[in-house]
């Protein structure tokens, strides 16, 4: 004998329908989920290689940083050896004005005149000295005024002394030439004397 569903259909079908959409939602869900995880993943390998390149620029910074310390280090040594070097140019250049200096100041020191003292600060030269008299002073400059190394003798301090120790005692101050102030009044005549032995 056949079965005789007594079940209404209508009541089948919803619960089928319902087991469906239970079934989508479900299904959804995972789907979301995995979704969801792959993205995560995907996020989370780009900010791990993203970091990686923010270390390794990181160290490339250290390491420039480094070399621009070096670099300074450098040319703060190289600043200090140029200057090293100039004061030794300036001291060999100075070396042969030294011994003029004297030379002149030899050569124009007149009789009766005695110097205490001579202090060099730039081209300024000072004289300290003991003169017999005040016109010997003036020879001096006078002869200052005319030498090849020495120039615009100035005269500070001069004061008379006593009878029991006669005589002045001066301060003077000059102004020492360049090499080519001192040396161009002597080309231009050696200039004149070859190109007249040339006539």
Request: hydrophobic fraction near 40%.
């Amino acid at each position: 004998m056949p079965s005789i569903n007594l079940l209404p259909w209508r009541q089948a079908r919803r619960q089928r329908r319902k087991k469906e959409f239970f079934i989508g939602i479900v299904a959804s869900l995972a789907l979301a989920a995995l979704v969801t995880l792959l993205a995560h993943l995907t996020v989370s390998s780009m900010i791990d290689s993203q970091q990686e390149r923010n270390d390794l620029l990181q160290e490339k910074i250290a390491e420039l940083d480094k070399a621009i310390e070096q670099i300074m280090v450098l040319e703060e040594q190289k600043n200090r050896m140029l200057s090293r070097m100039e004061v030794i140019d300036r001291l060999q250049s100075s070396r042969p004005e030294v011994v003029r200096l004297f030379d002149q100041v030899v050569a124009t020191l007149p009789e009766g005149v005695y110097l205490t003292g001579i202090k060099q600060s730039g081209r300024k030269i000072e004289f300290n000295g003991v003169a017999q008299s005040s016109t010997r002073v003036s020879a001096f400059m006078r002869n200052i005024d005319a030498s090849e190394t020495l120039s615009a003798p100035e005269l500070k301090v001069i004061q008379t002394g006593r009878e029991a120790d006669p005589g002045a005692q001066f301060t003077l101050f000059a102004q020492l030439r360049t090499v080519a102030d001192s040396e161009g009044p002597a080309a231009d005549k050696r200039t004149a004397s070859v190109s007249e032995l040339g006539r």
